[in-house]
């Protein structure tokens, strides 16, 4: 099952992502707080916003700008590319909670033939076709 500490701030499911996924130089999610985290984690802005870190439950929800112009950009990247919508994901949260929400996520991801998570990226489970 999907832990809640690889939702990202922005909404992203971590453990659905390609740097997660690989088994080489694997980023450990963007909660992670290692220090040689991805360098796209890192650097984050979203991640880094004073905002998010210092409200309530560290989501983008939180904020009274919400959604700001580098969130509307990665949501539209996102939905456009790789059929997911951070915003969605996000109003799924605070409406419904981190349990359904996460229940959710893993039915729509796991691959009917191995059982691993299918890489929003790629389209596909890396497990069965790397």
């Not at 997911?84 to 033939?113: V, W």
Request: charged share 25%.
């Amino acid at each position: 099952m999907i832990q809640p500490d690889l939702i990202a701030p922005c909404g992203m499911n971590c453990a659905l992502c390609q740097a997660f996924q690989r088994p080489k130089n694997k980023c450990l999610g963007c909660r992670d707080k290692t220090p040689k985290n991805a360098k796209s984690c890192e650097n984050c802005f979203i991640k880094n916003c004073e905002t998010i870190r210092t409200s309530p439950a560290h989501f983008c929800y939180d904020c009274p700008d919400m959604p700001c112009k580098k969130l509307k950009h990665l949501d539209t990247r996102y939905r456009t590319k790789y059929a997911m919508s951070m915003l969605d994901n996000l109003n799924e949260i605070k409406e419904k909670g981190m349990d359904s929400f996460l229940k959710s996520q893993t039915a729509k991801y796991t691959c009917p033939t191995c059982g691993g998570l299918i890489c929003v990226h790629k389209g596909r489970c890396l497990t069965c076709e790397p």
